[in-house]
């Protein structure tokens, strides 16, 4: 149940030793003749060498594959990083007897290390051989780094598929992080449009989910379409676009919930939802100052509801607000009136035990009211664990 | 060693029942006739009572004397909260025999909960009988929240002496923190001139400070002169002043480096410099992304180099860099080299064993360049442990 569920795709899975561990480490998903691309890119300004070949290959309306390595993110890498990227691109376009401009990359893993060439192209005629419409699990498989489960999706609009899969666990923030997101649909669709698609469905959702604050060097969300299911071009005015942007964002849904559930040391998933902000920029300014925030992370992971903390962060956020008209609710309990913290919150009666119960809840639904306008927007973080600081402080050492 | 090291003050602690530790929770620090005072506050919107009372004094010219209560923020407290600091202040100056506008208050401790005046006005006589030309250090004992220790510190110029106290260990971040700052000199300054000792030599410094990238709702930094050590007043022309100047600022470095080392948790205090920016905003920019990025924080916890999260926080810091021109040391050891990590380090030699070492000293140096202008600035930040995660996973609950 992956990129794999739409016809017209094949994709692959394999270790080709590039991770210490001896786990699967190299992916690769390939569609029929006829299948276009569009995506997005992480905003930091030291980006991964496949980025850029990936950006330059969508521009030139490339992009009927894509091959993915964990172990190494091929980032700050400098030339030599954007040679190896180019040679495995035209290792897999040869073996494909594909253009070397329709081949993506992504990477993820070590920041710096070179790839290690020296198995990875050796074993790209392998992964070429598995490839198969049933490889879609495979390939969701080899793109983990320290996701804990796969994560795959899928839905339908009418005669059309929709399928994805998804990696990244920590160094997940506003504007993409590792995250590594792939969408494909078997809906003849143009550039153009898949990239309107992009915009309008998948960006905006990856784009409220926040780790730890980390944007990434080598985030990516591609989104493939084959054409297999029909002649007919699913455009922005045709009758099967609404049902089919629907079924992106379903996909997209479900991914960004796996994603959140498994971030690195996380036992309950934050769901902070602004409103009345003066505009949806400030809305989601205070939803990632909250989200972000380690005392309400923290909060979050010992059970206790703290209202301070979350009036701290969105007084600090950078937005203009009005102290004296904020309303925060923690499930359903409200706990602060136009900017004053309930005193009763003090003296353990009902409303603070009612807070906790819901800040022990898998999903911590935090709910800000600023008074101020029509702005709203959501922010999807988690707790910061013990957990999250051994796995962190750990990783290469 | 403390604020009344200075000829001209007097101070005093004691326990008034605010905290339920039972630990010293009121603290009472005044100047003699024609003391002057200057300050600055926290940039959070959501501010506390006694920020909001303390500004309108200074904006009026007053101050001689400042009562500060530990336990209760008295933040989000609305009207109730305001009034409240306006009952602390004026019955401090009716026990002083001072002008009501004469008394500046700050609060530490829990957000929102109600102060319990039924303990602290009671208190103000006990205080005030209390005062001491050698109570500087019960003051300062008595404005701790969760700080381990006693932050005090002094300094001379000539024939005046500057000293100085302050609390604060999360929280703790750009623009101010649960952090307040006393400091004293007996020098004569006009307030004017105090005002600009504060701007030059003690808000640069205590905004380099940041424990978790939280800004408090109470952050405050005061500077008395008493005028006690002279006639002649000292000023911006006068001979004296770049002696006066230099003792605040040491006074201040001195504060700001307890007030590192005794973070929430940490181990480790980084120092984090970063130059050749194209202005010194975006070298504060990238300098606070770095001590900030609960990445590096985790990897400094774990002693793990990770020059990877380093150049991670460098490129999504916002400030605009070109990724090819960053230069990365930790300690001595240069790692990145034109925005490439040096592919040594991943082959545990001499290069990574060097960079280790400087990654588990008590002060971790990590020197950003970027190549691009003259801009420069300092972070200071420390490491994320489980230690933080446990104290603000417990603080309240």
């Given amino acids: ?4 569920y739409p016809k017209g795709f094949r994709a692959a899975g394999m270790t080709a030793g590039l991770k210490p561990s001896g786990q699967p480490d190299l992916g690769l998903l390939v569609g029929d003749p006829g299948t276009r691309a569009a995506g997005v890119f992480t905003t930091n300004l030291v980006a991964a060498a496949p980025v850029g070949l990936s950006r330059e290959v969508l521009a030139a309306g490339g992009g009927r594959a894509v091959i993915v390595n964990s172990g190494q993110a091929n980032a700050a ?100 992080a590792t995250m590594l997101v792939f969408v494909t649909t078997d809906a003849p669709v143009a550039p153009a449009d898949l990239q309107r698609l992009v915009d309008g469905e998948l960006t905006p959702r990856f784009n409220a989910l926040t780790v730890d604050g980390c944007t990434s060097t080598n985030d990516t969300v591609l989104l493939f379409a084959s054409g297999a299911a029909g002649d007919e071009p699913v455009a922005a005015q045709t009758p099967g676009w609404d049902g089919l942007a629907g079924a992106v964002g379903a996909v997209g849904d479900s991914l960004l919930a796996q994603l959140a559930a498994d971030a690195e040391g996380a036992n309950h998933v934050l769901l902070i939802d602004v409103d009345g902000a003066a505009s949806e920029a400030d809305a989601r300014v205070v939803a990632m100052a909250i989200a972000d925030s380690p005392l309400v992370k923290t909060a979050a992971f010992g059970g206790d509801p703290n209202p301070g903390r979350i009036l701290q962060a969105v007084g600090s956020s950078g937005a203009l607000i009005d102290a004296m008209a904020i309303d925060i609710a923690i499930g359903d309990v409200q706990l602060v009136f136009g900017g004053v913290i309930a005193p009763a919150y003090f003296e353990d009666d009902e409303l ?34 013990y957990e999250y600081v051994r796995i962190n402080g750990e990783y290469t050492t």
Same sequence: chains 1, 2.
């Fill in 77 to 176: 890498t400098g030339a030599r990083g954007e040679g190896e990227a180019r040679d495995v691109t035209a290792r897999v376009a040869d073996e494909l007897a594909l253009d070397r401009g329709d081949v993506l990359a992504c990477s993820t893993g070590v920041i710096g290390e070179p790839l290690h060439l020296d198995r990875l192209l050796p074993a790209i005629p392998t992964l070429v051989g598995a490839l198969s419409p049933q490889g879609g699990v495979d390939f969701a498989r080899a793109i983990m780094t320290t996701d804990t489960v796969i994560k795959g999706a899928t839905a339908e609009a009418g005669a059309y598929r929709v399928g994805g899969c998804a990696k990244g666990v920590g160094m997940i923030a506003p504007n993409l």
């Fill in 1 to 4: 149940m992956s990129v794999t």
């Fill in 352 to 385: 603070a035990n009612g807070a906790r119960v819901a800040m022990k809840e898998p999903e911590i639904a935090i709910r800000v009211t600023l008074g101020a306008g029509p702005g709203r927007s959501r922010a999807v973080g988690c707790d910061l664990s």
